[in-house]
């Protein structure tokens, strides 16, 4: 079975990336990426005094509408591609900021930066059980999670969910056979980005 060409954390100038949502697209496109998932910051921790972040629900808001134009695009005009809205967070940022600021039901995969220690998986845990409680998100939704190493600077990120994925694909066992290739891959890199 053939892997689908993908990249599941991207950032764009909306936090530390070189270029726009559209011009990710657009390279995605030109290489024919099947699935990319568009994962700017999201920071209130020191990272927000050195990188843009999406810290407001006002650039929160502006990075959704750009995502929602481009996957109107992609559908409008029958591209192959699959654009999932994403979101990278920061687990220094402040547990409040990130129950006041983001909805988890808005994202499709989200992702969370610096797990390093039980104290944060504790963390994440917390953050889980408040969305569960507070926005409606199902506890299925939020065990359906995947693990990758994230080479950088983290012994492990964790994926959150990606419940349509599977259905598209067709079968169970192409999402286990799918799941599978992301978990046991150091790097899930399909391009870098353009400079």
Same mark, same amino acid.
């Given at each position: 079975?053939?892997?689908?060409?993908?990249?599941?954390?991207?950032?764009?100038?909306?936090?530390?990336?070189?270029?726009?949502?559209?011009?990710?697209?657009?390279?995605?496109?030109?290489?024919?990426?099947?699935?990319?998932?568009?994962?700017?910051?999201?920071?209130?921790?020191?990272? /927000?005094?050195?990188?843009?972040?999406?810290?407001?629900?006002?650039?929160?808001?502006?990075?959704?509408?750009?995502?929602? +134009?481009?996957?109107?695009?992609?559908?409008?005009?029958?591209?192959?591609?699959?654009?999932?809205?994403?979101? +990278?967070?920061?687990?220094?940022?402040?547990?409040?900021?990130?129950?006041?600021?983001?909805?988890?039901?808005?994202?499709? &995969?989200?992702?969370?930066?610096?797990? !390093?220690?039980?104290?944060?998986?504790?963390?994440?845990?917390? &953050?889980?059980?408040?969305?569960?409680?507070?926005?409606?998100?199902?506890?299925?939704?939020?065990?359906?999670?995947?693990?990758?190493?994230?080479?950088?600077? %983290?012994? %492990?990120? /964790?994926?959150?969910?990606?419940?349509?994925?599977? !259905? !598209?694909?067709?079968?169970?066992?192409?999402?286990?056979?799918?799941?599978?290739? &992301?978990?046991?891959?150091?790097?899930?890199?399909?391009?870098? !980005?353009?400079?």
């Amino acid at each position: 079975m053939d892997f689908p060409k993908l990249n599941f954390h991207t950032h764009t100038i909306f936090s530390d990336g070189k270029n726009s949502i559209r011009q990710l697209v657009s390279v995605a496109l030109k290489i024919g990426l099947d699935y990319l998932a568009i994962t700017d910051h999201f920071s209130d921790s020191w990272k /927000a005094n050195v990188i843009p972040t999406l810290d407001s629900v006002r650039k929160i808001e502006a990075y959704m509408n750009v995502i929602e +134009e481009c996957q109107d695009y992609l559908k409008t005009n029958n591209k192959n591609l699959r654009l999932f809205k994403g979101i +990278e967070i920061d687990i220094g940022s402040s547990e409040k900021i990130i129950n006041t600021l983001i909805r988890p039901k808005l994202f499709d &995969i989200i992702l969370f930066e610096y797990i !390093e220690s039980p104290e944060g998986i504790s963390f994440i845990t917390n &953050i889980l059980k408040h969305w569960k409680k507070t926005q409606e998100t199902t506890w299925s939704e939020c065990r359906r999670s995947a693990y990758r190493l994230h080479s950088t600077h %983290t012994p %492990t990120s /964790a994926i959150l969910p990606l419940p349509c994925l599977g !259905e !598209e694909m067709g079968s169970a066992k192409k999402s286990a056979h799918f799941w599978r290739g &992301i978990r046991f891959q150091h790097r899930i890199r399909a391009f870098q !980005e353009p400079t």
